[in-house]
């Protein structure tokens, strides 16, 4: 199992967390938004302010994952997405992981272009809540 820690904040991060919850029927990962009210409790090895600047996820043994390597990992657990490995690449994990950084820095603006709504205060489920 994987578990991925990512911004709950965040329209587009809490798309992608829909589609691999649609796509985690064998329960290949645990999806934790940072933001939880419990999270510093639960994950006290997991410096939320890190984790807010670049997705992080956990593999089994304890294994720490970062950036686009955390997200090509879930995305494979599931079955879904092959082509990602080519980001993973040596010349192109280059450019694909500043890139992410980039995206990263800005998602909340990139949100706001993309689906009109910056910032989400997500419920207890993980969706993101318009009000």
């Not at 991925?4 to 991060?13: A, E, I, S, T, V």
């Not at 657990?77 to 092959?82: C, E």
């Not at 910056?118 to 009000?131: I, L, S, T």
Request: hydrophobic content about 35%.
């Amino acid at each position: 199992m994987i578990t991925l820690f990512y911004d709950g904040y965040c329209p587009l991060c809490v798309k992608e967390m829909d589609q691999l919850r649609r796509y985690n029927n064998k329960n290949q990962l645990k999806l934790v938004d940072i933001h939880q009210s419990d999270f510093e409790q639960e994950y006290p090895h997991i410096d939320k302010q890190a984790a807010d600047r670049i997705l992080h996820a956990q593999l089994e043994d304890g294994t720490l994952l970062l950036g686009l390597d955390a997200n090509c990992s879930v995305w494979q657990a599931v079955g879904k997405h092959p082509w990602l490995k080519v980001l993973r690449w040596p010349i192109i994990r280059w450019f694909a992981d500043r890139f992410y950084l980039l995206f990263a820095k800005h998602r909340y603006t990139i949100s706001r272009w993309l689906t009109g709504q910056e910032r989400c205060e997500p419920c207890e489920k993980g969706v993101c809540n318009k009000d």
